[in-house]
Structure formats: C-alpha cells, structure tokens
C-alpha cells in the first residue's frame, strides 16, 4: 500500500501573460496567494501529505517566508524550476526519495477539490497513474496543412492536473531525454512505454493563465467561501 504522499507543485511561470509584475502563483484572490489556496486543498484532502514546490529561483525566498509560520512548513520542500516543464519535474523528482503516490500539480490551478485528489490517489494506487480529464464543450476542428476538419468531440478530452504515478513509475520515466513532445508528465509516461489511465477531472479546475481566468477563479472562490 501506497501510504506517502507526495504533491509536487509546479509553479514556475513568471506571469507574462497575466501581465502581472508577480508570478501569478503568489497573486492574492480572496486575501490570499493562489498557490496557498491550491496547498489547502492538497491539506484538506490528505492531512499527511508532503509537498515539494517549484518556483523560479528568484521567488524561492519568498516562497519560504509565505510559508514559514504555517502548520506545513516542515513537511515543505522547495527547488528551482528549469527551463521547461519537464526539467522542473525532473528536479521536482529529486525530493522523492521513498515510495509515495506522487501528484504533480499546476500551482496556478487552485480551484481543485480534495474529492479529485482523493479519486486520483485511488486510482494510482490501482492502476498506477491517474490523469485527470473532462470532455470537451466546444466543437473541435483539426488543421491538416491548409484545410480543416471537425472532430467528434465525444472522442475529444481536456487533460488536468493533478497527474499521479505510483513514484517509481514516474521517476524511471523521467530518465529519458527530454523531446519537445513533453508537454505534461503523462506523455512522459507513456513515452517510456507505459499506458496511463484517465480519471474524471472537473470543470472548474482551469488554469489560471490570463486576466480573464483570474476572474473566474475570484468568482467561483468568492462562492465557496460565501
């Protein structure tokens, strides 16, 4: 049995196209930082849970000081972030040192519930990955050189995080060599031969990327906390 666990929590954006003069990780919403609200729901969902947090190196001071006087900050580790996402996950990884079920989660999507991260650490326990996903609401079409197409978009699914492994199935699959078709840790699984398996996601877990996300999460925070 899978008892440790481990979120890893990459939040190594800069904040550009939030245009924000602060990554939008440590943006408050509802009087308080996004990542902070992203940690509670990890808390809430498991109180043993460990995190290992990515930041730029230039905010991993201030990463430490918010995190200083709160009940977690000895079970709170905290690394540079690389050039890209695969490189932060892969120095992200250096922490893990004991078999866990290991969560690798968008600080910046905080709007996750404790029952998705209970439903993902189940099904890595079974299967050894879980994938969160919702299908998509809009018509999709795919470009094919200068024409396009529309796709069936019962067949088409939006990928979440948090993305969870059995650790040692993701360690050995972040010792490949990175390809630029490395956009989230399950296509690195899966390039390493290894099928992963999806688990319902939720709709409200978006990524805040641009101003308007920003809002939506303020919304829906607002809601909660009501």
């Known amino acids: 049995m899978y008892s440790k666990k481990i979120a890893i929590i990459v939040a190594g954006g800069t904040g550009q196209r939030m245009g924000?003069?602060?990554?939008?990780?440590?943006?408050?919403?509802?009087?308080?930082?996004?990542?902070?609200?992203?940690?509670?729901?990890?808390?809430?969902?498991f109180a043993d849970i460990e995190f290992v947090i990515v930041l730029p190196e230039g905010y991993i001071e201030e990463g430490n000081e918010l995190l200083n006087n709160s009940n977690i900050s000895n079970k709170v580790a905290f690394v540079a972030g690389g050039d890209t996402r695969f490189q932060s996950v892969k120095n992200g990884l250096t922490q893990v040192n004991e078999k866990a079920i290991v969560f690798v989660h968008d600080a910046v999507r905080c709007l996750l519930t404790p029952a998705l991260i209970q439903r993902c650490y189940q099904q890595a326990v079974e299967k050894g990955s879980a994938i969160p996903a919702v299908s998509a609401?809009?018509?999709?079409?795919?470009?094919?050189?200068?024409?396009?197409?529309?796709?069936?978009?019962?067949n088409v699914m939006q990928i979440q995080t948090p993305q969870t492994f059995q650790s040692e199935l993701l360690i050995t699959s972040f010792q490949q060599n990175y390809q630029p078709s490395?956009?989230?840790?399950?296509?690195?699984?899966?390039?390493?031969?290894?099928?992963v398996f999806l688990v319902d996601g939720e709709f409200e877990n978006i990524k805040i990327t641009r101003p308007l996300d920003l809002a939506i999460a303020t919304y829906i925070l607002a809601k909660r906390f009501s």
């Open 137 to 154: 609401t809009d018509t999709v079409r795919l470009l094919e050189g200068n024409t396009h197409k529309v796709i069936d978009r019962e």
């Open 20 to 45: 924000s003069v602060v990554p939008k990780q440590f943006i408050e919403v509802e009087g308080k930082p996004i990542l902070l609200h992203t940690i509670d729901q990890f808390v809430a969902a």
């Open 182 to 195: 490395f956009t989230d840790e399950a296509n690195v699984v899966e390039a390493s031969g290894t099928p």
